[in-house]
C-alpha cells in the first residue's frame, strides 16, 4: 500500500458520506450530493468536483496517480491520475488491477440522482 | 417451517407440477399446457438445444427431483437429442408422478396439448393432498445471488444477506453464494475463510479459472449499469457482492447440481471446466439461479440496487433491494427495503433478521412479490464441468 502518508485516523466527516472501513481512502456516498457543493471532511471544507449518486465514491484524502483505492478495507482499483481529496472517485480516475471495463459511464442517461 | 417429504428424505416447502420441454420444439406445446393451470402452481421449465449436454442432462434430473417439485411432465418433439428416458426414469426413481409425451408420437399439437392437460389435472387432484411435515432450519437450504447491482448493493443488501446467512449456518442450514466471474478481487480474503488449506487452494483457483474464462471472452462481468450506478471495477463489484457470504467459514466448494452434503457455507463455481466452449458462463440471472436451485436451494435472497423483478421456476426468489430510490419505485416487486439502512431507518443487523424472519415466513407457504406476481423465469444452457475433486468438501 501506498497510503503512507495518510494513515491518521479519520476526523470529522459529513453526515452523507459513510467510512467502511477505517483503512480506506473513500467514502461510500449514502445520499446524493450535488457538483459544487461543500463537503467536511477530517475537518476540512472541501468542494465536490462532480456530481455523486447514492452508492458512488468519494477521496477520504488525496490519492496518487498509481496508489490502490481501498474500499472495505480492500483493494477495489488503482488511481490512473492524482485524485484529490472530496473529488468523486469512479472510471474516470480509476481502474481495475485485473480487467478493463468494456462501458464507462457518461453515455448513458443517470437514473440515481 | 412446513415440508412435503420427499423418499430421498429432503422436504419441499413447495409442491409444483412442472411442465418440461426438452426442446425448443416442444416449448409451445408445454407452455400452452401449464397457461390452462394458472395461478396454480404449474411451472414451465425445459432445455432449448437440439444437441444434448451431459451438463444439461444432469441439471434437468436435480431440477425434476428437487424437494419443491411434486410431479413432472415431460414433452419432447421427438427427434431431439435430450435423454428423455433416462430422465424419466430418474424422475420415477423418486416416486414422484412422471409422463412423457412425444409430440410427434401424439400426433401433433392439440392433441399433444390436450393429454398434457387431462395429466396435469390429475396431478394437481393428488397434490392437493399431499400431507407436509415439520421442517427444520437444518433441512433448509438457501441460495443467493445479486443483479442489476449498484453502488448501494455493497452497503446495505449484500451485507444484509451476510447476516442472514451467518444466522442460518448457525442454524444449521446450508447456504450457497456463487458467480465466481463475481468474486474477482476477493480470492485472497475467501482463502482466509476455508475450512481447510486445500480448499483454501480450490477456491482460490476457481476465481483463477473464472478471470481466465472472462480474460478469453474479453469482458469482465461488468455491465453498463454498474457504472452508471456508482461501481467503477470488476473487483469493486466482487467486494460487495462477496458480502452477500456473511462472516462463517466455508465450508466447500460445489458446482451446479451438487448438494451440499450437510449445513454449512458453500461456495458455488458456475464457470465451466476446460477450454471456453459455449459462451458466457452465465448469460443473465436465472441461470444462476437455476444452478443455485439443481443445488437443492428451497429458497434465493436476490440482491439488487437498480431493481430487478425477476422470480424463478421451483424455487421462490425473495427479493432484498438495495437502494431506497429504487425501492420507492419498485416497491411491489421488492420483498425487503434493505436501502432504509442508508436513510438510517435501520441497521444491519436489524435487515438481517427481516430476512431470517422472512424466509421462515415464505417457508411456510407466504408468497414472496415475485411468486404473487407470477413471475417463473427459467434458462438453461450449454456448458461442461468436471466433477469436483476430493478436496471441496472436507467434511463429507
Redesign the interface.
Known sequence: MTNKNNTAPMGEYDPRL?L?DPNDNIF????PIRAGEMLMIDGELVQLDQQ??????IAARNIEQGEH?L??G????VANQHITKGQL???HN????????????G??K???S | MKGYLRSDGRKGIRNIVTVVYLVECAHHVARQVAQRFAPQDVQVIGFPGCYPNEYAQSMMERLCTHPNVGAVLLVSLGCEGFNKLKLKDVVAETGRPVEVLTIQGEGGTGKTMQKGIEWVEQQLQDLKEAPTVEMDWSELVVGTICGGS??????TANPAIGRAFDQFVDKGAACIFEETGEL???EP?MAKRAATPELAKELVQSIEKA?RY??VL???S???????????????KS??AY?KSGASTISGLIKPGDIPPSGGLYLLDVVPDGEVRFGFPNIVDNAEIVELIACGSHVILFAT??GSVVGSAISPVVKVC?????YKRMADDMDVNAGKI?DNEASLDEVGQEIVDLVAQVGDGEMTRSEALGHTEFILTYKSFEPIGPACLPAA
Do not use: Q, W
Open positions: 459513510i467502511l461510500g456516498v449514502a445520499r455523486a449518486g447514492m452508492g458512488f465514491k483505492i474500499k472495505y480492500a483493494v477495489i482499483g472517485v469512479h472510471v480509476i481502474e481495475s488491477t485485473y480487467m478493463a471495463n468494456t462501458v464507462t459511464t453515455t448513458r443517470e437514473v440515481i | 449498484d453502488g448501494t448493493s455493497g452497503l474477482i478481487g476477493c480474503h478471470a472472462y480474460e474479453g469482458y469482465p461488468f455491465a453498463p449499469g454498474n457504472a452508471d450506478g456508482g461501481l467503477s471495477t470488476i473487483e469493486e467486494m460487495g458480502a440496487g437498480r438495495a437502494n431506497p430510490l429504487t442508508l
